[in-house]
């Protein structure tokens, strides 16, 4: 029957909360220029908060309020969800309501009012310089082992987050440069550095493994088994098999860890790492510090002359 309507009033709501959660993820992305792996997290955490405020007969964003958002909050900490996990869902959830009142959709925000758990951070895993060298000694010399190594290389000189490593194209690594134009969080740009072994294994790769891997024409810098992209999944497993192989323990995540670790521990400048991490913030750096005091202790016990 021709306009007919097969949902009810409820349901069109529902549906309308799904469209707004949709429309923010698409703001983040074209707008704000978030991370693929960013909008995947908030998309999930939002859709999340959706069917708990539905469970509570809550069916319009703008009828929630704060014992909603305590009751949610509260639901995640008996469900024993991690602190980090937690305060991504609250930043998901405050930034939604900001764009939604800021887009008009919203006159009020109930989230101004909720106080965020405090966050405790832990100490960033790294490797030392021997592991490094291990893992390095346990790639292959196939075409695989190879890339294998070229992708460790990077990784450790140059800190590169997992997702800047797998977006790399091929016409981003120039033979002759010691430098790589990067693409960071939120599309901001920054340069990197390449040591020379670094060089050397991208060269090896690119001369004697890559032609072998691509079948078809490919743009990727790092290809996968079958010759297109590697992705990011791939990135880890790679990382976590050469690291289980050395009796180790390492994601993509802990090679730029030990990074920028080592770089403050042989005494480079804070705000000189943090330029090469490509964080926005001082703070977000100041975690590596407390990690180098048996280097600051060694230091001050050479050069005060009461040391």
């Not at 949709?22 to 704000?32: A, Q």
């Not at 079948?215 to 297109?228: H, V, Y």
Request: net charge positive; proline share 3%; aromatic share 8%.
């Amino acid at each position: 029957m021709a306009g007919f309507d097969f949902f009810s009033p409820s349901v069109k709501i529902i549906l309308r909360m799904i469209e707004e959660i949709e429309e923010f993820i698409n703001y983040l992305k074209e707008v704000r220029g978030y991370s693929p792996h960013t909008l995947k997290s908030y998309s999930e955490d939002l859709l999340q908060f959706s069917r708990f405020a539905e469970k509570r007969n809550i069916l319009e964003w703008g009828k929630v309020e704060i014992y909603l958002l305590r009751d949610f909050l509260g639901a995640l900490q008996e469900n024993k969800y991690s602190r980090t996990s937690i305060l991504r869902k609250l930043s998901a959830l405050r930034s939604f309501y900001k764009y939604l009142v800021k887009s008009g959709k919203l006159k009020s925000n109930p989230l101004l009012v909720l106080s965020s758990p405090r966050h405790r951070r832990g100490l960033p895993h790294f490797l030392k310089i021997k592991d490094i060298e291990t893992m390095l000694s346990s790639t292959k010399e196939d075409a695989l082992g190879i890339r294998n190594r070229a992708l460790i290389e990077l990784l450790y000189s140059t800190g590169l987050r997992v997702a800047e490593l797998a977006s790399l194209q091929l016409n981003d690594f120039q033979e002759n440069s010691e430098e790589l134009k990067i693409k960071g969080k939120r599309d901001k740009e920054r340069l990197v550095f390449l040591g020379e072994k670094a060089r050397k294994a991208l060269r090896d790769y690119l001369l004697s493994s890559r032609p072998i891997l691509e079948r078809e024409p490919c743009d990727a810098l790092f290809l996968n088994r079958f010759g297109g992209k590697l992705s990011i999944r791939g990135i880890h497993k790679i990382v976590s098999k050469l690291a289980t192989g050395g009796a180790l323990h390492a994601s993509p995540h802990t090679l730029r860890h030990s990074f920028a670790t080592h770089l403050l521990e042989r005494g480079a400048d804070l705000r000189a790492v943090q330029e090469l991490l490509g964080h926005s913030s001082l703070a977000s750096t100041q975690i590596y510090t407390h990690l180098t005091v048996d280097k600051l202790k060694e230091v001050y016990k050479k050069a005060h002359p009461r040391g």
